[in-house]
């Protein structure tokens, strides 16, 4: 091995010298040195270890290999290779048929019970199902007359009947007949079965009834039968139903009629019928 030498005062310094023995100059190590090389200690009774050991060959101890430094990049940071990182998706289990069916059974028996509600509310009397009725435009028909009677020569029968505050969209309706009353008429006067119906509002009555001309709600006409169809004004108001035998010389009637409150709504006509139908084959 060559002589090392101070760089700055050319001193002989031993082999491993550090520091100049004379100066106190660092030692620098020759350009074309051997880099120094780490030995490896038994890390039980640290006899030295030759390159490549596994094991001690003094105690027989496994030799504890220091960890290898894992690559880095230029900037300090570990090269590491992306990974596609794939979110895992929970294993939905499989819905049974037993399940299904419960399911099927449920749905069913909410739409059985939805249609009996219905049907109740439609044909109950009971007051909460006539407010529901009343609530979606449903309101039932008011009977004014649905039972005969006799009107005597040169007189007049009426029914009277009103209407509430907010009232809209009524219409009264209805069919008469009249017929000469056998048993109570006079001999030798005429069988004449016409009679006079009338539909007037409460002040067009008092005229009506004094003798006078007054205009009114409906007129038949001096008539045997005859259908009553027509629109009452919207609000409250009180009417009168009249059917009139004045000018009938002295031939009583007698007289079969069914008369009505209709309260219009969205249903269509055909549908009402339809539905008093259904009701009329159920007897209700």
């Known amino acids: 091995m060559p002589a090392v030498l101070c760089s700055k005062c050319a001193t002989d310094l031993p082999d ?3 520091f100049c023995l004379k100066c106190g100059e660092p030692v620098k190590a020759p350009a074309d040195a051997p880099p120094a090389t780490a ?3 038994c890390s039980k009774c640290g006899t030295s270890l030759p390159d490549g050991a596994e094991f001690c060959p ?17 900037a300090g940071v570990l090269n590491s290779q992306p990974v596609d990182a794939k979110p895992i998706e929970p294993i939905a289990e499989p819905t049974s048929q037993s399940a299904r069916n419960i399911r099927r059974v449920v749905l069913f028996g909410a739409l059985g019970i939805i249609v009996l509600a219905i049907i109740w509310v439609a044909a109950s009397d009971n007051p909460f199902a006539q407010g529901v009725q ?16 006799s009107v ?24 008469f007949s009249s017929a000469a009353d056998p048993t109570s008429r006079p001999k030798g006067t005429s069988s004449e079965n016409n009679i006079e119906v009338y ?21 038949s006409g001096r008539v045997a039968k005859g259908h009553i169809e027509s629109d009452l004004p919207d609000g409250a108001g009180i009417y009168y139903l009249v ?22 709504n969205w249903l269509p006509e055909s549908l009402r019928h339809a539905k008093d139908r259904f009701w009329n084959w159920l007897g209700m």
């Open 199 to 219: 539909v007037l509002s409460e002040p067009a009555f008092t005229v009506w009834q004094n003798g006078y001309g007054a205009s009114s709600v409906y007129e």
């Open 58 to 74: 003094r105690c027989g101890k496994p030799v504890s290999m220091p960890a290898k430094a894992l690559p880095k990049s230029s």
């Open 134 to 149: 009343e609530g979606v435009g449903w309101k039932h028909d008011q009977a004014i007359l649905d039972s005969p009677f």
């Open 16 to 18: 491993g010298a550090q």
């Open 243 to 264: 059917f009139s035998n004045k000018f009938s010389p002295g031939t009583p009637k007698h007289v079969d009629a069914s008369v009505l409150l209709r309260y219009k």
């Open 39 to 41: 030995i490896l200690g």
């Open 152 to 175: 005597s020569a040169h007189t007049f029968r009426y029914y009277k009947f009103a209407l509430p505050e907010g009232s809209m969209h009524v219409a009264i309706v209805g069919e």
